[in-house]
C-alpha cells in the first residue's frame, strides 16, 4: 500500500505542477470522492504534505555545507545526475629555442611542437528535489589541472615552406657602386633575370613589366643556403612606396646574391638608388621584421631559352 500511494503522488504532481490553483481543487475533489474513504485519508494527508511545500517559501533547513556548496534534508530527493565540468586556463605561448636544433641555416627557424591548451576538470554529482530546485553539488573526483604546453619553434631548421627568420636588411639599386648597372641602368639579377631602368623588369614570358617586381613579387637577395626562386612573406615592417605600404605584408623572390648578403641579411631592391622608388617609414609595430618561405619557384629558362623562375 505505501509503494502504491507514493507511485500515485508522483503522478499527480506532475499533472498538478501543469494547473491552475482553480483547476487543481477541482481535480483534487472529483479524484477524492471515487476512492475509498482509508485511501481518502491517505491522499489527503499527503497532498497536505506536498502543498506545504509547494507554496511555503523555500527556506529549507542547512544541515551541512562545504565550501560554496550546501546541502538539505528537509525536502525529497527524486533525481541524481553526474556532470563534468571543464574550464580553458590559459593559451599555449610562442618559445624560441635558441639551441641549434637542426641541419639547416643557423638564423632558420621552424616550429617544432603543436603546444596543448591548459585547462581544468572536474565531475560533481547532483541531486535536485521533485520541483526541480537543485539541493546539492557534490565533488565526486579530483580536480584535474594540465598546463599549458608552449608553442616551441627551433633554431637551425631546414630551408622548408613555414620555416622563417628575423632578417637583418638593407635595400640596393641597380646602379649601386660594383653593381652590374652602375653606369647605365642596365642590369642583371645573379639568377639571370634582367632589369632596364626604361623598361622595368624581364618577366617570365620574356616582356619587360614596368616598375621593380618579377611576376607581381618583389625582389631580393639573400644568403645563398635560401635558394634561387623562394618566395617570401615580409611581415612586421616599415618599408614604402612602390605599392608596399608600412607594416602591411608583401611577398618577395630571391633573386639576387651579394658579397655581404649572408645570414639573415637581406637585401630589397628598389630600382634605381639615384632615384629611390622604396624608403623606410615610422615604426608601427614592436614586433621584429619576419620572413617566412611561403613558395619554391623553379630555376630554369623559358621558350626563349632566358634564363629565370617559373612559378
Known amino acids: 500500500m505505501k509503494n502504491w500511494i507514493v507511485k500515485k503522488v508522483k ?18 475533489w472529483n479524484y477524492v470522492t471515487s476512492l475509498h474513504y482509508k485511501q481518502v485519508t491517505r491522499l489527503v494527508l499527503c497532498l497536505f504534505i506536498l502543498f506545504t511545500g509547494l507554496f511555503r517559501e523555500y527556506n529549507p533547513e542547512i544541515v551541512a ?11 525529497i530527493v527524486n533525481q541524481t545526475y553526474q556532470v563534468e565540468e571543464g574550464n580553458f586556463l590559459e593559451y599555449p605561448e610562442v ?14 627557424y621552424s616550429q617544432a611542437t603543436d603546444g596543448e591548451m591548459g585547462f581544468t576538470y572536474q565531475s560533481y554529482e547532483l541531486q ?59 642590369g642583371v639579377f645573379a639568377n639571370g633575370v ?28 639573400t644568403d645563398r643556403r635560401i635558394p634561387f626562386c623562394t618566395v617570401l612573406e615580409v611581415t612586421n615592417h616599415r618599408w614604402e612606396g612602390a605599392g ?24 630589397l631592391f628598389i630600382g634605381l638608388e639615384s632615384n629611390m622608388q622604396i624608403g623606410y617609414g615610422k615604426w608601427k609595430t614592436k614586433e621584429k621584421t619576419k620572413a617566412t618561405i611561403v613558395k619554391f619557384g623553379k630555376q630554369t629558362v623559358n621558350h626563349l631559352g632566358q634564363r629565370g623562375c617559373k612559378l
Open 11 to 28: 503522478e499527480k504532481v506532475e499533472r498538478i505542477k501543469k494547473l491552475t490553483l482553480k483547476e487543481v481543487g477541482s481535480f483534487c
Open 244 to 267: 608596399i605600404e608600412n607594416n602591411v605584408p608583401f611577398q618577395v623572390i630571391v633573386l639576387d646574391r651579394g658579397g655581404v648578403i649572408q645570414g639573415n641579411r637581406f637585401d
Open 95 to 108: 618559445e624560441h629555442n635558441e639551441k641549434n636544433q637542426g641541419k639547416g641555416p643557423s638564423f632558420m
Open 128 to 186: 535536485y528535489d521533485m520541483f526541480g530546485r537543485l539541493l546539492m553539488k557534490l565533488p565526486v573526483s579530483e580536480k584535474q589541472t594540465q598546463e599549458a604546453q608552449n608553442i616551441e619553434f627551433s633554431k637551425g631548421a631546414q630551408v622548408a615552406i613555414g620555416s622563417y627568420f628575423y632578417p637583418f636588411y638593407s635595400r640596393y639599386g641597380v646602379d649601386c657602386v660594383g653593381c652590374s648597372g652602375e653606369f647605365d641602368g642596365i
Open 65 to 75: 555545507t562545504n565550501g560554496s556548496y550546501q546541502f538539505y534534508t528537509s525536502d
Open 194 to 221: 634582367r632589369y632596364h631602368k626604361d623598361k622595368g623588369v624581364r618577366q617570365w614570358d620574356g616582356t619587360y613589366k614596368q616598375g621593380i617586381t618579377y611576376e607581381g613579387y618583389y625582389i631580393v637577395a
